[in-house]
C-alpha cells in the first residue's frame, strides 16, 4: 500500500517568504519599466533621424517625381540615387548621422504628404517594391511580393567561405533578370559585399568570379541550393542596427532591395540536408588541445587550454555550418578582432593561431596551397575592411 509523504515545511517564515516575493516583484517591475525606457529611447532616436532625414529626402522625391522612367527602369533609378546619397550621409557626425532606414522612411512621409499627385504616386509604389517587411509595416506601405521565376542557385569558392547566391525574377515589362548576392562569410557575420541584377546566370557569375579572384574562384559553376539552413545563415535581414559603417555607395544602392528580395528567396519552401557534417563547433577547444598534444609540434604554452577557449570564441560563429573554414580574409579579420580585443594579451593567442588553423584545414582536407595562403595572413591585421569586396 502506498504510503504519502509529508511535505516538508519550509524553514523560512511566512513574513519572510512575502518579503522576497515582493523583492522579486519589484526586480520584475523595475526590469519591466527599464525595458519600456529602452524601446522609448529608441523610438524617440528613430523619430530624430527619420526628421534630419527629410530635406534629403524632399530633394530626392523633386527629383524621381521628375523622371520619365517608370517600372524596373524607375526602380533601378530609384537604387542609384539612394546610394551616393546615403553613402555621404553615413560620413556625418554621430549627431547628425542619418541611416539607411531613417532615410527611406522619411521618404516614404514626404511622397505620401504629396496626397493624389500621381508622379508621386508611381515612386511611391516603386518605393514599397524594394523595402523589406520591417520598413513596410513602419511606413504602412503595401506592395506585392516580386515574382520568383525559378530555382535558386549558389555556388561557393575554394576556400568555401565566399558565396554566390542567384534568384531569378520576372519583371513587370517581361524579361527574367537575374539577382546576384555576393556574400563574404569571413567576418563575424556573413556581409553581402556586393548585390545587383544582372541579364544571364553565366554573366552574373563572371562578375562574381572576378570580385573573389581567379585563384579562390576559379572553375566554379552554379548549382541548385542544397541547404536552406545555411542560406538563411548567409542572406542578408533588416536588423535594428541597419548599417555598419563602411559600406560603398554601389553597397548602398542595393541595401533596401537586397534585404527585400532576400525575403522572398527565403520564403520559399525549404530544402534541408540530409548528411549535416560535424564541424570543430560542435566538438568544441578540447578536441583541439588533444590533437595540439599530439601533433607536438612545439613546447607547450603556458594555459593552453584558457588560450584555446579565446581562440574558439574569436573565432566566426555567425553560420556554424562554416567555422571549420579558413579563408586568408578570414585569418586576416580574426587577427584584427584579436589585436583590437586582447591588446597586449594579443601575441600569445596569435602565436598559437597557426596550429588552430593547420588543425582546422586538417580536419577540412584543405589543399596545401590553399592553407599556406591562409596561414600567410596570421597576424596581418592591417588595412581589414569588412565591408570591402577582397579577392583572395
Known sequence: MPVSRK???????TA????????AHTRQVRMAQSLREVAAGYEQGWVMRTELARPHAAALAAALRTSSRAGTALEDELCARLGPLLAGLGTRPVEEYVGPDHLVTAL??????????????????????????PLLARTGLESPD??????????????????????????????????LWDIDACAFVPLTVHAGFYASPEEALAAWQVGVGAFA???????????????????PRSREISALGGESAEQFTEYHRCRRLAEVVLDLPPVLRLDVRETALDLGPDQFVGWWRQWGGAPEPAGLQGLAEEIFDSWPAAAPALFDTCSPHRIAS?????RDEYREGADELLALLPAWVTWLTERTALPPELRERALARIGDADGVDLMRRVAE
Open 217 to 235: 574562384a576559379g572553375g566554379t559553376s552554379w548549382r541548385r541550393v542544397d541547404d536552406s539552413g545555411l542560406l538563411t545563415d548567409l542572406l
Open 146 to 179: 516580386p515574382e520568383v521565376a525559378g530555382e535558386i542557385r549558389w555556388t561557393d569558392d575554394r576556400y568555401g567561405s565566399r558565396f554566390a547566391v542567384l534568384a531569378p525574377f520576372v519583371t513587370p515589362e517581361g524579361p527574367v533578370r537575374w539577382y
Open 108 to 133: 516614404a512621409a514626404v511622397l505620401t504628404e504629396a496626397g493624389d499627385d500621381e508622379p508621386a504616386r508611381r515612386v511611391l509604389a516603386t518605393l514599397a517594391g524594394i523595402l523589406p517587411s
Open 7 to 13: 511535505r516538508k515545511k519550509s524553514s523560512k517564515s
Open 334 to 338: 580574426v587577427s584584427h578582432q584579436i
Open 16 to 23: 519572510a517568504v512575502r518579503a522576497e516575493r515582493r523583492r
